[in-house]
């Protein structure tokens, strides 16, 4: 009699609290452990698996992430992106998609030598979302995850530390010349904020004055400074460095030639 409790509660769930159930199960984690690859509480994950709460668009999409096929394109589908969005990015994900299985890409190389293997690919949202550079201003965003993706873009998974935490967005302003252009995208990793550990990498911060701003952290004693690439503009000095808020380190950047 209990189990046929049971069965008819799993049944009467949204089948999308079904679907974080099982792959919770499937990767072996407690709801602790699934809460901390996907920065939430046991009790969001509680609350998934109950129906009591769905998930955001970009918790979607790390829950997809860490799924493997074909159930990251039922979960990347629940975030508003369609399988033809990835497709549009890197046709090969066609043959990823009818395999059912993760598809070895072979990367050309220049000249002679060996081409290397690409094993696996991830799907990173690009969001509607611009950081500034020096002297201009930013999208005042302050919540990746409530951001809907506006595209998706295909890489390799050893470009992306933590997947289910990196996203895409893209610069204003041509302060980090010669490395970053306008117009260029940024993946940021989102998981990586600890001010000790990004000294000298390239970020992404937030201010309510400046919004997002993309640029280089650098220490000088106690004073820390967000120097631009290009010497045309000046460094700024985070006066009171409890105002800004580190929301990513940027992993690698693309974009047009001119």
Same mark, same amino acid.
């Given at each position: 009699?209990?189990?046929?409790?049971?069965?008819?509660?799993? @049944?009467?769930?949204? $089948?999308?609290?079904?679907?974080?159930?099982?792959?919770?199960?499937?990767?072996? #984690? *407690?709801?602790?452990?699934?809460?901390?690859?996907?920065?939430? @509480?046991?009790?969001?994950?509680?609350?998934? $698996?109950?129906?009591? !709460?769905?998930?955001?668009?970009?918790?979607?999409?790390?829950?997809?992430?860490?799924?493997?096929?074909?159930?990251?394109?039922? !979960?990347?589908?629940?975030?508003?992106?369609?399988?033809?969005? =990835?497709?549009?990015?890197?046709?090969?994900?066609?043959?990823?998609?009818?395999?059912?299985?993760?598809?070895?890409?072979?990367?050309?190389?220049?000249?002679?030598?060996?081409?290397?293997?690409?094993?696996? !690919?991830?799907?990173?949202?690009? #969001?509607?979302?611009?950081?500034?550079?020096?002297?201009?201003?930013?999208?005042? =965003?302050? +919540?990746?995850?409530?951001?809907?993706?506006?595209?998706?873009?295909?890489?390799?998974?050893?470009?992306?530390?933590?997947? $289910?935490?990196?996203?895409?967005?893209?610069?204003?302003?041509? *302060?980090?010349?010669? !490395?970053?252009?306008?117009?260029?995208?940024?993946? =940021?990793?989102? *998981?990586?904020?600890?001010?000790?550990?990004?000294?000298?990498?390239?970020?992404?911060?937030?201010?309510?004055?400046?919004?997002?701003?993309? *640029?280089?952290? =650098?220490?000088? +004693?106690?004073?820390?400074?967000?120097?631009?690439?290009?010497? $045309?503009?000046?460094?700024?000095?985070?006066?009171?460095?409890?105002?800004?808020?580190?929301?990513?380190?940027?992993?690698?950047?693309?974009?047009?030639?001119?």
């Amino acid at each position: 009699m209990r189990r046929s409790v049971e069965n008819v509660r799993e @049944s009467s769930k949204p $089948e999308w609290a079904r679907v974080v159930g099982k792959l919770r199960e499937a990767l072996r #984690l *407690s709801q602790t452990g699934f809460g901390e690859r996907l920065r939430c @509480s046991a009790m969001s994950v509680s609350r998934w $698996e109950r129906g009591v !709460l769905e998930p955001s668009p970009g918790q979607y999409l790390h829950l997809g992430n860490l799924a493997p096929d074909p159930l990251c394109w039922y !979960l990347w589908g629940r975030a508003g992106l369609r399988s033809s969005d =990835v497709m549009r990015v890197l046709p090969a994900f066609r043959r990823r998609l009818r395999a059912n299985r993760l598809t070895p890409l072979a990367m050309v190389n220049a000249g002679s030598g060996p081409k290397k293997q690409i094993d696996k !690919l991830i799907a990173i949202p690009l #969001l509607k979302v611009v950081a500034g550079s020096h002297g201009y201003k930013g999208d005042d =965003v302050v +919540d990746f995850e409530q951001q809907v993706p506006d595209s998706m873009i295909a890489a390799p998974k050893e470009w992306c530390p933590n997947p $289910e935490h990196t996203l895409c967005l893209q610069v204003r302003g041509d *302060s980090m010349v010669p !490395l970053l252009h306008d117009g260029y995208i940024v993946a =940021v990793d989102a *998981s990586q904020t600890e001010r000790e550990g990004l000294y000298g990498k390239i970020v992404i911060m937030w201010h309510k004055k400046n919004g997002l701003t993309v *640029s280089r952290l =650098v220490r000088y +004693d106690h004073t820390e400074v967000l120097v631009p690439e290009n010497r $045309e503009y000046q460094a700024l000095t985070l006066q009171g460095h409890h105002d800004w808020r580190i929301m990513g380190k940027v992993l690698w950047w693309v974009g047009k030639a001119p």
